[in-house]
């Protein structure tokens, strides 16, 4: 397969054993995203699985592997002329089907606005060119990270990406933790104004967006607040406000009630 950029939809069988190999053009790397993958949900990942290997067949380097019991959405990079995918299913007697992208891309031209580093305790972020159509082919990674101690809690005040019921075109997937690989919470797309809260002092959000269909993107903020179960005692200063915690346990520790 040679095209810049390809959209399948692959039904699968029991037994099956199938492989795909992308050719890129010079001075271009391949990124491929596996954004709906239903396989047999009580199948093991040695017997029924997805490999991406980087070259042209199964015996390259492995790049990754994909089965049911992953949490979160695969997404492999390879800059050599060729990427290999295999699918290999067990003798199981359900219907299968993955939805894989992938298309070409220059590693040297990137997007304005496209991902980032958050570290203040509140913020916001949008799509790039919001709310104009955001841009075809992105892949944008914004990491937050607040102060130890705090949780994270992400209010999109707005999503208008391309409506699909698994969310396989354009789609932003929320993890709770400071990378792709920390446990997906929410993979949403369409219409919709979803709050998020993470279980530590960092969140990962990734925009991901094919070829057609560019609506208006999204707009979001988030606020940190103090995680009640964590013993902390701080003392927080910005430009307008100020905030201090103390924990209870200090407060205890003078013989004072944290009520009061």
């Excluded at 001075?27 to 980087?54: A, H, M, T």
């Excluded at 990674?141 to 999109?156: D, P, S, T």
């Excluded at 929410?186 to 070829?211: A, I, M, R």
Aim: aromatic fraction near 12%; charged fraction near 15%; proline fraction near 5%.
């Amino acid at each position: 397969m040679a095209e810049t950029h390809k959209a399948m939809i692959l039904q699968l069988n029991p037994n099956e054993n199938c492989t795909w190999t992308i050719e890129r053009p010079e001075n271009k790397s391949i990124r491929i995203i596996f954004s709906y993958v239903q396989l047999d949900p009580d199948g093991s990942c040695e017997s029924e699985n997805i490999k991406v290997f980087d070259g042209t067949s199964s015996n390259g380097p492995l790049l990754g592997q994909v089965c049911s019991k992953n949490d979160y959405v695969p997404v492999f990079e390879s800059s050599s002329s060729t990427l290999t995918f295999q699918i290999v299913t067990d003798s199981a007697r359900i219907q299968r089907t993955v939805f894989v992208f992938y298309y070409f891309f220059s590693p040297n031209i990137s997007i304005p606005d496209c991902g980032g580093y958050l570290d203040t305790l509140e913020g916001s972020f949008t799509s790039p060119n919001y709310p104009k159509p955001h841009p075809e082919l992105a892949y944008c990674v914004w990491h937050i990270q607040v102060e130890k101690g705090y949780k994270i809690k992400l209010n999109f005040k707005e999503i208008f990406l391309e409506v699909d019921q698994q969310c396989k075109f354009d789609f932003l997937a929320i993890y709770d933790g400071p990378s792709t690989n920390s446990g997906l919470i929410g993979q949403v797309c369409g219409l919709v104004t979803p709050t998020f809260e993470s279980s530590s002092n960092s969140l990962t959000v990734v925009l991901s967006t094919d070829y057609a269909n560019s609506y208006r993107g999204f707009s979001a903020s988030y606020t940190s607040i103090y995680a009640e179960n964590i013993n902390t005692t701080s003392l927080t200063c910005s430009s307008d406000r100020m905030r201090v915690i103390i924990s209870k346990s200090y407060l205890e520790a003078f013989n004072s009630n944290g009520n009061n």
